[in-house]
């Protein structure tokens, strides 16, 4: 198991989009131990597997209190959306900025665990919002790129900030 790194936005390989599993091998395994004991120490609710530059679709999360409760979602396609969500957002590529998105509140998935067999989801609230973020990284989009381009410059500014007082 290894922690790999997370790439930070304005990262042009949050940009690629991330081809359909094909194999349910080892090596897939092995990818998704590594995702989720690098989502876990971040820590965070959620890890797509283009945030650690690999552009499978694959996608870890939980979002439970206790951090027990890992779900992993390969090649996901949503079939229903419902309800309007208000939950702000939060991105481990995209440290301290925190919005909220116009995103559903329920969502229905369908989507292939580790062993590819098939399932299917019902999520509503944290879990729903954090499968259509986690479903946005893999079509290569950053939940920022959806703000208003004056909240995107405000935030490229104070990401610059952080960057310069880390050096
Ligand atoms: O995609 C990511 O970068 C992970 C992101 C997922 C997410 C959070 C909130 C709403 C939508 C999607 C995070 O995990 S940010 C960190 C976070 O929210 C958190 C971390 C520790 C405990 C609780 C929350
Ligand atoms: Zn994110």
Redesign the pocket.
Not at 87 to 94: F, K
């Given at each position: 198991m290894a922690l790999l790194n997370?790439l930070r936005y304005p990262d042009a390989r949050l940009h690629k989009v991330a081809a359909p599993v094909t194999a349910f091998d080892d090596s897939l395994k092995q990818l998704v131990a590594d995702l989720a004991a690098t989502?876990y120490a971040?820590?965070?609710?959620?890890?797509?597997a283009t945030?650690v530059d690999v552009h499978k679709q694959v996608i870890v999360?939980d979002v439970s209190e206790r951090r027990d409760s890992l779900l992993v979602l390969i090649n996901p396609e949503i079939l229903d959306a419902s309800g309007v969500s208000d939950?702000?957002?939060?991105?481990?590529?995209?440290p301290a900025i925190y919005e909220t998105l116009e995103r559903a509140e329920r969502v229905k998935v369908r989507a292939c665990d580790q062993n590819g067999n098939l399932f299917t989801l019902e999520a509503q609230g944290?879990l729903a919002?954090?499968i259509?973020?986690?479903m946005d990284?893999l079509k290569g989009k950053v939940?920022v790129e959806s703000l208003s381009q004056l909240k995107q410059q405000r935030i490229r500014a104070r990401l610059a900030k952080q960057l310069r007082k880390s050096a």
């Open positions: 997370i989502m971040a820590p965070g609710i959620g890890l797509a945030q999360l939950i702000e957002e939060g991105c481990l590529s995209v944290l919002v954090c259509q973020h986690e990284h939940f």
